[in-house]
């Protein structure tokens, strides 16, 4: 029985020898093409694979270092309890994208021959009786403060203006300066909407949203009217992109 075995092992292995003497012999009088043709035979799925693999990990890593993506020359943030619609944030981009385009018409600051605004969400959500709704509140806040480090908005877009300068005293004097450290009010540091024909004169039509799931249309300045806008202040360097241009839109805001 063991020299049975010991036989049929002598046997196959010499079948697998003559087996790769053959493929080698076969390899050796194929062109290059034919070579190649092989290969792509027997690979051409972990090549697709990685290829695809590839891609994924390059789009990932583009969006998460904002490549390609166009520089906003003006960005607001909206801090409120809920998130503006959709249509509301397109109309309300547009409009000061207009404001920007009269006050520097001959100036692109990204030399892309348009003028970009965008605003920047920061909803608390509070009012929602999701369980969630902390986690939601908490995560807005920690993007907000973010925003801020970073300088990303210049202009605030404020729900309630007096509990955010509490909380972060950043809304500037009327001329743009810091206030004292002891100055906690809101007095010449914010506009009404309603007030302020610059804002409440725009064209922005209408919204269709669903909250708590019902459907809501409704007006667009009916739904900013209660809202307050203000601009940020710098206790050192400015760390806002073009503020200065950012300054001088606001005064264009503030004195129509």
């Known amino acids: 029985m063991r020299?049975?075995?010991?036989?049929e092992i002598k046997s196959t292995e010499t079948t697998e020898n003559?087996?790769?003497?053959?493929?080698?012999?076969?390899t050796k009088h194929l062109s290059g093409i034919e070579k190649?043709?092989?290969?792509?035979?027997y690979y051409k799925w972990y090549v697709i694979c990685g290829v695809i693999l590839l891609g994924i990990a390059c789009d990932l890593a583009v969006n998460a270092l904002k490549l390609w993506q166009p520089i906003p020359d003006f960005q607001i943030a909206y801090v409120g309890e809920t998130a503006l619609p959709d249509n509301t944030i397109n109309a309300l981009e547009n409009?000061?994208?207009?404001?920007g385009e009269d006050l520097y018409l001959d100036l692109d600051f990204n030399r892309d021959g348009k003028i970009i605004v965008k605003i920047n969400q920061y909803a608390s959500?509070?009012?929602?009786?999701?369980?969630?709704?902390?986690?939601?509140?908490?995560?807005s806040e920690i993007?907000?403060?973010?925003?801020?480090?970073?300088?990303?908005?210049?202009?605030?877009?404020?729900?309630?203006?007096?509990?955010?300068?509490?909380?972060h005293q950043l809304l500037a004097n009327p001329d743009g300066s810091c206030p004292s450290k002891t100055d906690n009010s809101i007095a010449?540091?914010?506009?009404?909407?309603s007030d302020c024909s610059a804002l409440s004169?725009?064209?922005?039509?209408?919204?269709?949203?669903?909250l708590f799931g019902q459907n809501i249309t409704g007006d667009n300045q009916e739904l900013l009217s209660k809202l307050y806008i203000g601009r940020r202040c710098f206790y050192t360097e400015p760390v806002t992109d073009n503020a200065e241009q950012c300054s001088a839109l606001w005064n264009v805001i503030a004195t129509q």
């Open 3 to 7: 020299i049975g075995n010991l036989e």
């Open 18 to 26: 003559l087996i790769q003497l053959i493929q080698s012999e076969e």
């Open 36 to 41: 190649y043709q092989n290969w792509w035979h």
């Open 95 to 99: 409009a000061f994208a207009l404001l």
């Open 125 to 139: 959500n509070s009012l929602n009786p999701d369980s969630d709704a902390h986690y939601y509140e908490t995560a």
């Open 143 to 167: 993007n907000l403060i973010g925003d801020i480090s970073d300088g990303d908005s210049y202009f605030f877009l404020l729900e309630n203006p007096d509990n955010f300068q509490q909380e």
């Open 188 to 193: 010449g540091k914010v506009l009404s909407w």
């Open 201 to 210: 004169d725009m064209e922005l039509g209408t919204y269709s949203t669903n």
